[in-house]
């Protein structure tokens, strides 16, 4: 269990962490608006959706890594 959690540790990062947030923020600011100006609101509706969860399972996920790393590792 202890290679599992090292090599999730290694792979989700910091760095990875704050790429899936700014994917969150881009769907949100860029593709929901655009896609809600072409008349796609159902599409819109789900990219703002997308982007929340982006935003806050990124942290979660990051912080739940940190902590089953730092028992099993």
């Known amino acids: 269990m202890a290679g599992i959690m090292d090599a999730a540790k290694s792979i989700y990062n910091i760095w990875t962490m704050v790429m899936v947030v700014v994917i969150g923020l881009f769907n949100i600011i ?3 608006p655009e896609m809600h100006r ?3 609101t159902k599409e819109a509706h789900f ?3 997308i982007g929340i969860v982006y935003i806050i399972a990124g942290p979660v996920i990051f912080i ?3 902590i089953l790393a730092k028992l099993f590792g």
Do not use: E, H, T, Y
């Open 64 to 66: 739940i890594i940190q």
């Open 30 to 32: 860029v593709d929901a």
């Open 47 to 49: 990219s703002r959706a």
């Open 38 to 40: 072409k008349g796609l």
